[in-house]
Nanobody, 119 residues
């Protein structure tokens, strides 16, 4: 099992920046990729960004492409989400999740961190 802990959320004005962190522990050798998802009030959970653990290939949703950057530090077992040019519609609870090598499922999730962007 992999344990994930997010940090770095908070309140920021529109146009500002935040960096989220996702620290992994446990069976980290089983991780294929780590992704960020978010859930805004009254909306479905949506994919934001992801990074492949082995080679750092990255993926972004159209809504954040060009504004958010995902990165990893394998030595620290940590994935980061740098969020720039934040908009009010980025307000949500952000979760990181680990995709398992064996079955491809996102079986491990963090507790979530709140990001609030004031307009």
């Amino acid at each position: 099992q992999v344990q994930l802990v997010e940090s770095g959320g908070g309140l920021v004005q529109a146009g500002g920046s935040l960096r989220l962190s996702c620290g992994a522990s446990g069976r980290t050798f089983s991780i294929y990729a780590v992704a960020w998802f978010r859930r805004a009030p009254g909306k479905e959970r949506e994919f934001v960004s992801g990074i492949r653990w082995s080679d750092g290939e990255t993926y972004y949703s159209d809504s954040v492409k060009g504004r958010f950057t995902v990165s990893r530090d394998n030595g620290k077992n940590t994935v980061y989400l740098q969020m720039n040019s934040l908009k009010a519609e980025d307000t949500a609870v952000y979760y990181c999740a680990a995709q398992c090598r064996v079955d491809g499922n996102f079986g491990s999730w963090g507790q979530g961190t709140q990001v609030t962007v004031s307009s």
